[in-house]
């Protein structure tokens, strides 16, 4: 599919750009043949001039007399044929290196270029284009006599041949290097979008699997309850016990699914509120001081004696926050200890040529910092790049022994990214685990 999805981005930027590339070089091509001609047509006109200043013109009874210099000028340039002719327009004189062209010996034109055909053989000149001038001599605002030049345009059409040839040649293989282009930049074009279909086949095969279990587990239980003794009220009642437990994980997945396709990229600014981070989280720890003390776990924290305002979602914010200390009681054994620090700081601009994908801010200003730091298991190295992706978890076994889906992690990391901030986390086998969430200060304070 994506091939050729990509074949036809090829194709769609191929065309016009080919189209364009044929356009230009059209107007190109013409702009050098009309340059090239008016400058050929300078020269001639030049020589032309030069040629009849040359010649003397006296009046007689029968009319002017043309006195032309015959001093072999017109064999000192590259003149095919010199003719002059008198005011009846009759050849009076002709130098000619083709004599017998029938086309040179008579008046082609009263005034002007024009280009003719030649069909002397005799010079390799079959069917040759020719160029050729008609200057009138004007004597007291009356035309006496005419010059017709005449010469071969052999050299510029030998011009035009080659740049047709270049062109010819070049125009292909440009348009290959353009596909190619095309091909590559169609790539890049498809890779966020091929890595979006795999991601989603892959939340999808994922999300499967994992309801997957718990409905054939909820058929085995009722089957297996519906096949039991009608006197035996034990075994049926364990097995809806089992159906509810498995609910209750089948109702947590999908709030969890339903979570992540909500709130996918920016939030509903009508649910922001103003949140002191301080009040927030005192409140918040507060939960889970029975579990640390099942769990034989000292909760530290460090909060300013100040206020910490954002803005954000509550409901949602604090589904983000919780996921993290969860983990956090999960993985720290007991005697371990957990500690919640929020500070903030300025942030200085980040070099352009420091920036990196995910970087934030580009400018100085004021952020929140939450630390959530344990003395529990620690995460792999190996690992850590890939702890925000849904449905990966670190150990398979361990945490569906504990219940997780490898949901937590990815929910917190879309929750933050929304209202702006971002997330990392450092790690050490055996020594425990820090994530730093980082948070734009309300603006209003």
């Known amino acids: 599919m994506f091939t050729r999805s990509r074949r036809r981005l090829t194709y769609l930027f191929t065309m016009p750009m080919g189209l364009i590339l044929f356009a230009f070089t059209f107007i190109v091509y013409y702009r050098q043949v009309q340059n090239q001609l008016l400058s050929f047509d300078k020269t001639l006109y030049s020589m032309a001039e030069e040629i009849s200043k040359s010649a003397d013109y006296h009046q007689t009874a029968q009319g002017w007399e043309i006195i032309y210099n015959n001093s072999n000028l017109w064999q000192k340039r590259d003149f095919i044929s010199i003719c002059w002719y008198n005011y009846n327009r009759n050849l009076v ?172 990229g920016r939030l509903n600014t009508e649910n922001l509120k103003k949140i002191d981070l301080v009040i927030f989280l005192q409140n918040l720890i507060q939960g889970y001081e029975s579990i640390a003390k099942d769990k034989e776990l000292d909760i530290i924290i460090d909060l300013p004696s100040t206020e910490v305002n954002i803005k954000a979602d509550p409901e949602i914010f604090k589904q983000a926050i919780k996921n993290l200390l969860d983990n956090a009681c999960k993985y720290t054994l007991a005697g371990g200890r957990i500690k919640i620090l929020l500070n903030t700081r300025w942030l200085k601009p980040t070099p352009f040529g420091l920036l990196r994908s995910g970087q934030i801010p580009m400018r100085a200003s004021r952020q929140a910092f939450i630390e959530i730091q344990d003395s529990g298991v620690g995460i792999p190295e190996k690992d850590l790049p890939h702890i925000f992706e849904r449905f990966y978890r670190v150990d398979t076994a361990r945490t569906r022994t504990s219940g997780g889906f490898g949901l937590g992690l990815a929910i917190s990391l879309q929750i933050i990214q929304a209202h702006g901030g971002q997330i990392t986390v450092n790690s050490t086998i055996g020594k425990g685990t820090t994530f730093q969430i980082c948070l734009p200060l309300k603006k209003s304070m």
Request: with cysteine.
């Open 93 to 264: 004189a002709n130098f000619s290196k083709l004599e017998t062209d029938s086309c040179l010996l008579k008046l082609n034109n009263i005034k002007g270029f024009k280009t003719i055909l030649s069909q002397e053989s005799e010079l390799k000149l079959q069917a040759h284009k020719l160029r050729q001038l008609t200057l009138p001599i004007a004597k007291d605002d009356e035309y006496i006599a005419y010059l017709q030049v005449t010469l071969s345009l052999k050299q510029i059409e030998n011009n035009f041949s080659q740049t047709r040839l270049f062109l010819s040649l070049g125009l292909p293989v440009t348009l290959g290097l353009i596909g190619i282009v095309g091909w590559f930049l169609g790539g890049l074009v498809m890779q966020p979008t091929e890595l979006a279909y795999k991601q989603l086949q892959r939340f999808t095969a994922d999300a499967s699997h994992e309801l997957r279990a718990p409905v054939a587990a909820i058929l085995s239980n009722a089957q297996v309850g519906l096949l039991a003794p009608e006197n035996n009220t034990q075994q049926p009642r364990q097995r809806l016990e089992n159906i509810v437990d498995i609910s209750k994980t089948m109702s947590s997945l999908i709030s969890n699914l339903l979570l992540l396709a909500r709130h996918e």
